[in-house]
Structure formats: structure tokens, C-alpha cells
């Protein structure tokens, strides 16, 4: 079975930058659309970023709109999400996620149907 596998995380201080990856194990979920979600201690997990199987959509949460930017490289099956400007609020296990098709509702995580391990960002102050 295909594999999202999620990369990246770490500490970074208030101000600075990651870059997360998204890798898949194979070719399967490489044309489906790409997500990231994060969940905070004590909070539901929350959309951050879509992006559709050519790029041509892109969508984020307003409280990382000028500050992240998703991309995706299909050739090597990976899907990335820059993040700067970092703040503590920031601080959260990243998940990525593909699912099928780019919907209206991106934000809903009954739209993806593949998800990654997780990665640990951690923004100190």
C-alpha cells in the first residue's frame, strides 16, 4: 500500500523558516490533490494548505496566507510546504494528506484519504 511520508519538522525560533516535504512510495497518489493539516496540543486539527494534481488551485488558512506557500514537484512525487515567518502559534504536528480530487470544501479532511505520519514543527519565542 502507498505511503505518505512527512519530513522536516524540528525547532526553529520565532521569525524563522522550514520547509516541510511529502513524499509517496509510489506513483498512485501522485496525480491526487495535496493537503496539509497541523494539530496543536489540546486543539483539533486544522487545514493549512491545498494544492490540485497540476498546481493550478491553491488554497491556505488566513492565519498562514503571506507567510506559507505549498508547491509540488510530480516527478519525484512530493509535495512541499515552505513555511516563514515563523510564530509560536505555529508550534504542531504537520500532516500531509492527498485525496482524490480538488474540492470546494479543500479545508474538510473527509476530502483526503491518504495522510502521513506527521512531523513535529516546534516555534520557540
Known amino acids: 500500500q502507498e505511503r505518505l511520508v512527512a519530513s522536516g519538522g524540528g525547532l526553529v525560533q520565532a521569525g524563522g523558516s522550514l520547509r516541510l516535504s511529502c513524499a509517496t512510495s509510489?506513483?498512485?497518489?501522485?496525480?491526487?490533490?495535496r493537503a496539509w493539516f497541523r494539530q496543536a496540543p489540546g486543539k483539533e486539527r486544522e487545514f493549512v494548505a491545498a494544492?490540485?494534481?497540476?498546481?493550478?488551485?491553491?488554497n491556505y488558512a488566513e492565519s498562514v496566507k503571506g507567510r506559507f506557500t505549498i508547491s509540488r514537484d510530480n516527478a519525484k512525487n512530493t509535495a512541499y510546504l515552505q513555511m516563514n515567518s515563523l510564530k509560536p502559534e505555529d508550534t504542531a504536528v504537520y500532516y500531509c494528506a492527498a485525496g482524490q480530487y480538488y474540492s470546494n470544501d479543500y479545508y474538510r479532511e473527509d476530502n483526503y484519504s491518504d495522510w502521513g505520519q506527521g512531523t513535529q514543527v516546534t516555534v520557540s519565542s
Open positions: 494544492v490540485s494534481w497540476r498546481g493550478g488551485r491553491i
Open positions: 509510489g506513483r498512485a497518489l501522485s496525480a491526487y490533490t
